[in-house]
């Protein structure tokens, strides 16, 4: 492989964080560099994140989060209430580990589970259902989704004022989601073999306490920079290879948004356009937005020009589903799909577009309704 192609094939699998770079370096020419670009960056979010990704990564090696999900649509006998425990595993995994890290844990298994059972008919529905319930199923918690992460920190929003900002959405996603297994998949009998897979009992505990400690920190329990210092050391001896899975691409990207935001945020025919849109509704801006530039660069650009940072987080949130684009996981969910899949991206555009749009539509009617009949 020549160095040419090396390169463009980093750029294709790193496509968001590439843009990233670019509208950075492209903004640094109208906002020459001063000592003013060092505010620009969040290094508390920077430094959860990390945390976070890093701990997830080995707790993947040791296979818990595939294996502790393989146990519970053992549970199940038919083919829908298996799909069922498929898409809640990944709702709640999102909540957990971060929607893109729940899709890359749990749609392996996704895929395990439909081929081995034979109900490949329920595969493209399978991954755009699990696909939908990350983006959606991470809304709840600061850490579930990387918007939030980064809203959660730069607006310094309380803990509970957050879980009830976002708790309208959150349950109508659930029921949502739900509605749409039951009615797409039938209750065939379905059966999974138990390969006896076991954890290290050692390591598991350690990497949970390391994980409680992240979410400790990310609920201002304890100063970040003790997580910077605690969870490299532990793990630079117990799992090394957690260090080097972590997604630095997605580290880079919010510093390069971090960077392109706080120029335009300095550029004042920007802030004025900007500022006069999301006047006129935040929520549905903030939403819009995502279908073309993603949900993590339009919290990071959008934050810049609102303090209505409900509604922000509220748009951002929903704003993942809709366009291929709109959200990272939904990129993950569809380099999955055509892996096991090659040729069928066109039906997979397709079905995805169907059920992502008619979700957009219904979460932001209901909370246009919400916010002017109980806010």
């Known amino acids: ?28 020419f109208l906002v020459p560099i001063d000592k003013e670009y060092l505010g620009y960056f969040d290094f508390k979010t920077l ?8 701990v997830v990564c080995a707790l993947r090696n040791i296979r818990f989060f595939y294996i502790l999900a393989k146990k519970i649509v ?19 995994g999102s909540m957990l580990i971060a929607n893109d890290m729940a899709l890359l844990t ?85 059966e999974i073999e138990d390969d006896r897979a076991t954890l290290p009992v050692g390591r598991t505990v350690l990497y949970l306490c390391l994980f409680a400690l992240s979410i400790v920190i990310i609920f201002r329990g304890i100063p970040y920079w003790i997580g910077l210092i605690i969870i490299p050391i532990v793990l630079l001896f117990a799992d090394r290879k957690a260090l080097l899975d972590v997604d630095y691409p ?68 929903i704003g993942g589903v809709g366009t291929l684009i709109a959200s990272l996981a939904s990129l993950i969910t569809f380099r999955e799909y055509t892996k096991h899949n090659p040729g069928k991206g066109g039906y997979y555009i397709k079905v995805f577009s169907a059920f992502n749009f008619g979700f957009l539509v219904i979460l932001i009617g209901f909370m246009m309704v919400w916010n002017h009949f109980v806010i």
Do not use: H, W
């Not at 430094?47 to 890093?54: D, H, I, P, S």
């Open 47 to 54: 430094t959860c994140l990390f945390c976070v990704l890093a």
């Open 106 to 190: 749990f749609l392996p298994l996704g895929f395990f589970v439909l081929s081995t059972t034979g109900k490949e008919k329920y595969m493209a529905f399978t991954f755009i259902m699990q696909n939908i319930a990350a983006n959606l199923g991470g809304m709840l918690t600061p850490f579930g989704n990387p918007q939030n992460l980064y809203l959660y920190t730069a607006f310094e929003i309380p803990n509970l004022e957050f879980m009830a900002i976002m708790a309208p959405p959150f349950i109508v996603s659930i029921l949502l989601i739900t509605l749409c297994c039951i009615v797409f998949v039938k209750p065939e009998p379905l």
């Open 1 to 28: 492989m020549t160095a040419l192609q090396t390169v463009l094939g980093f750029i294709k699998k790193n496509v968001v964080m590439t843009v990233a770079l670019c509208a950075a370096v492209i903004t640094s």
């Open 250 to 317: 997605l580290l880079f990207t919010f510093v390069f948004f971090f960077i392109f935001a706080g120029n335009m945020a300095r550029i004042d025919i920007v802030r004025d356009f900007f500022s006069t849109l999301l006047e006129k509704s935040t929520l549905l801006f903030s939403a819009l937005s995502c279908q073309i530039i993603s949900n993590v660069p339009s919290a990071i650009l959008l934050s810049q020009f609102t303090e209505n940072y409900r509604d922000l987080l509220v748009g951002v949130n």
């Open 74 to 92: 053992q549970l199940f006998k038919n083919a829908r209430m298996s799909i069922l425990g498929l898409v809640y595993i990944t709702f709640i």
